[in-house]
């Protein structure tokens, strides 16, 4: 629930009026400059406002913001996300390393996961799916501190007033001693933990599982994966049925996309409806509605109620699409294709982290600032893929990273004998952050050297040094950028 909510659960892209769309890249605006006095202000009135009843005076005054974020008013009018084709959407979310990912994840928490499973009658697989879209795993919480993210969210921009009592609840969850305050970070949008609740879900729906007396959802998997299975039971969870399937539409089929208008699967047959690999229909779901979500010449799905429970958790078809993809595929164990059998209506088709991480690395080596090789690609990333396209003759230069771009770099960096553009016998980048390399850096020539290389001496549990290729941006500007990683 990254971007959150419905009804008490509210998410974002209700909140805010988003919705997903095929259209051109908005640039990013500036951040605001945003008034502290009038920040301040805001907070004193909201202190003794009527949301803030429960909120004691030490909580309220201890975790105040001393500053407001500009960052998180530039977030909110900024969303790429929700710009992105559906496959793009897909391939990001649901590929081969999150596959392989939940099959492990669903190896270690068998247990836990058969008990979530017995109490709650959700599926393991399918709670598993809204672990791996929300947060990979748990390896991707976000790292904004949410009350200075909620208060200014409270007093700047649009959505005021859903903010405040997502800023309240969050100093609830503190005051009654579930999640430790350091722990309070997340997405700019407030929500939290290994499933992303917002503060009002968490109050609403949040389980101590793991029988310790609290419900953390930062640290307890238990009861992370617990709290999102009672979140999908409410919601309307039908045990034993499937969210729906994959559905090859018969020739001269004419129908609209609409997963709210739900017919009988004997409807669907006598449509000329089958599975996608031409089987009949099965009869799992009492009733489907279609979804189309590129069109009636891309995939088809049959969807149930299933389905919707995971929209609820996020607003939006193609991110209940990718929950519902991604648990199939955890389902069979198998990570060998991600594709849906039906391709997507597009001959440039989207990229999974692997191949972000090689564009990534490729662009490095050609001399972008791009940060992080991280397989995400973001502002810095498609900013350096338009100017590589434009040099480069490639066109639409939209900075868009698909099939066709993947090809275009690495076929370059292959020319050049360096495969997905490494330098030659170094092993794959895998940059640190930028606060750590900060202070490990030590550079091992004079300022006025031309040697491209710096070293970092160990630490006492290292083994063997770090090494750092000094990386010239397009617009002179130079960084060091991480080579091997010392054990």
Same mark, same amino acid.
């Given at each position: ?203 609403? %729906? ?5 029988? #310790? +007396?609290?419900?953390? @959802? =930062?640290?307890?998997?238990? &009861?992370?994966?617990? $709290? ?61 509605? %279609? ?5 009636? #010449? +891309?995939?088809?799905? @049959? =969807?149930?109620?299933?389905? &919707?429970?995971?929209? $609820? ?175």
């Amino acid at each position: 629930m990254r971007l959150t909510p419905f009804s008490t659960l509210s998410l974002l892209s209700i909140a805010v009026g988003l919705s997903l769309a095929s259209t051109a890249q908005a640039a990013r605006p500036p951040a605001p400059d945003l008034s502290n006095n009038e920040f301040q202000q805001c907070l004193d009135g909201l202190k003794n406002s009527s949301k803030f009843r429960g909120v004691d005076s030490f909580t309220f005054n201890n975790y105040r913001p001393s500053q407001p974020d500009p960052s998180v008013i530039q977030s909110l009018n900024y969303q790429p996300e929700f710009q992105k084709d559906v496959w793009d959407y897909l391939s990001s979310l649901v590929d081969t390393e999150r596959v392989e990912d939940g099959i492990r994840a669903k190896r270690q928490w068998a247990d836990t996961l058969r008990r979530i499973e017995s109490r709650y009658g959700v599926k393991a697989e399918h709670v598993l799916g809204v672990w791996g879209v929300e947060s990979n795993f748990g390896q991707t919480l976000g790292k904004k501190p949410l009350f200075e993210s909620l208060a200014t969210l409270s007093c700047f921009d649009r959505r005021q007033s859903y903010f405040q009592g997502e800023y309240a609840n969050a100093l609830k969850i503190v005051q009654n001693g579930d999640i430790a305050p350091s722990d309070m970070t997340g997405s700019w949008a407030g929500a939290f933990g290994q499933t992303q609740f917002m503060p009002s879900t968490f109050l609403e %729906l949040a389980v101590d599982f793991d029988g #310790d +007396g609290r419900r953390d @959802l =930062v640290n307890s998997v238990p &009861d992370a994966l617990a $709290s999102t299975a009672n979140f999908l039971d409410k919601r309307g969870y039908r045990s034993g049925e499937p969210w729906g399937y994959e559905v090859k539409l018969p020739s001269g089929f004419w129908g609209a996309s609409n997963r709210k208008d739900k017919k009988s699967i004997s409807h669907w047959r006598n449509q000329g409806l089958t599975l996608a690999n031409g089987s009949p229909l099965p009869s799992d779901l009492n009733s489907a509605g %279609l979804l189309l979500p590129a069109g009636p #010449d +891309g995939p088809a799905f @049959l =969807v149930g109620k299933n389905f &919707d429970t995971f929209y $609820s958790y996020n607003a939006s078809e193609s991110y209940a699409l990718a929950i519902a993809h991604l648990s199939d595929l955890i389902t069979r164990e198998d990570s060998s294709k991600t594709d849906f059998i039906t391709a997507w209506p597009t001959d440039d088709p989207g990229i999974g982290r692997q191949e972000s991480r090689a564009i990534q690395q490729a662009l490095l080596n050609a001399g972008y600032d791009i940060g992080e090789v991280d397989g995400i690609i973001g502002d810095n990333t498609r900013t350096a893929i338009q100017q590589y396209q434009s040099s480069h003759g490639i066109f639409p230069a939209d900075g868009r990273a698909g099939q066709k771009f993947y090809r275009a770099i690495i076929g370059s960096a292959a020319a050049t004998g360096n495969q997905y553009g490494q330098p030659a016998n170094s092993r794959p980048l895998n940059p640190a952050p930028a606060d750590r390399m900060g202070q490990l850096i030590q550079q091992q020539t004079s300022p006025k050297s031309t040697s491209n290389t710096y070293s970092v001496q160990p630490s006492t549990s290292s083994s063997s040094n770090t090494r750092y290729r000094r990386v010239t941006s397009p617009d002179g500007t130079v960084k060091l950028v991480r080579v091997d990683e010392g054990s």
